[in-house]
T-cell receptor
Framework: AQSVTQLGSHVSVSEGALVLLRCNYSSSVPPYLFWYVQYPNQGLQLLLKYTTGATLVKGINGFEAEFKKSETSFHLTKPSAHMSDAAEYFCALPTGGSQGNLIFGKGTKLSVKP | GAVVSQHPSRVICKSGTSVKIECRSLDFQATTMFWYRQFPKQSLMLMATSNEGSKATYEQGVEKDKFLINHASLTLSTLTVTSAHPEDSSFYIC???????????FGSGTRLTVV
């Protein structure tokens, strides 16, 4: 069965510091992987996604993630945190092909200290 | 880009009444719509998948008669919470498959509070 595990329900960083949010997956087929951000009482916004090709994926707002098959990981990073990055982040992978639903990790809340 | 408009954003209703949540795809045809439920500080859990013109497929444990889903057109899917009770209070989010390769877009969510 496919699954997504996010390590750390809460990550706190100082403004300007490196952001690292961890995601590991389990999949019997080559996975496609997504990172979403959710602000309070809002829907999900796509940060980036890995489908095929380059394993280092660049997304919006300065975020990027690297797909590492050997480590079954897809960690999200940003070199310098900004106060506006404070939000909930979800890693996800689709089931049942390109029209299937997404299954989500439990989420990681990112806090940014001034 | 593909946009899904979800309404209402917040609703408070009395116990025993029904509430309808609408999701409209504004600039694309949503053949498939997913409905998720999110409890406070938790992840999204899939409730059901609806395809235009056919009955929705519900996940195990989701009451079909309580959560009625209609997907009568390629641009509109609705979720009706019938005879709502306080335990139905939650954040409900719809998501549509855009038809692009692994493309998904999400509504802005509906905060339902049953009093």
């Amino acid at each position: 069965a496919q699954s997504v595990t996010q390590l750390g329900s809460h990550v706190s960083v100082s403004e300007g510091a490196l952001v690292l949010l961890r995601c590991n997956y389990s999949s019997s087929v080559p996975p496609y992987l997504f990172w979403y951000v959710q602000y309070p009482n809002q829907g999900l916004q796509l940060l980036l996604k890995y489908t095929t090709g380059a394993t280092l994926v660049k997304g919006i707002n300065g975020f990027e993630a690297e797909f590492k098959k050997s480590e079954t990981s897809f960690h999200l990073t940003k070199p310098s945190a900004h106060m506006s990055d404070a939000a909930e982040y979800f890693c996800a992978l689709p089931t049942g092909g390109s029209q299937g639903n997404l299954i989500f990790g439990k989420g990681t809340k990112l806090s940014v200290k001034p | 880009g593909a946009v899904v408009s979800q309404h209402p954003s917040r609703v408070i209703c009395k116990s025993g009444t029904s509430v309808k949540i609408e999701c409209r795809s504004l600039d694309f045809q949503a053949t498939t719509m997913f409905w998720y439920r999110q409890f406070p500080k938790q992840s999204l859990m899939l409730m059901a998948t609806s395809n235009e013109g056919s009955k929705a497929t519900y996940e195990q444990g989701v009451e079909k008669d309580k959560f009625l889903i209609n997907h009568a057109s390629l641009t509109l899917s609705t979720l009706t919470v019938t005879s709502a009770h306080p335990e139905d209070s939650s954040f409900y989010i719809c998501s549509a498959s855009t038809g692009q390769y692994y493309g998904y877009t999400f509504g802005s969510g509906t905060r339902l509070t049953v009093v």
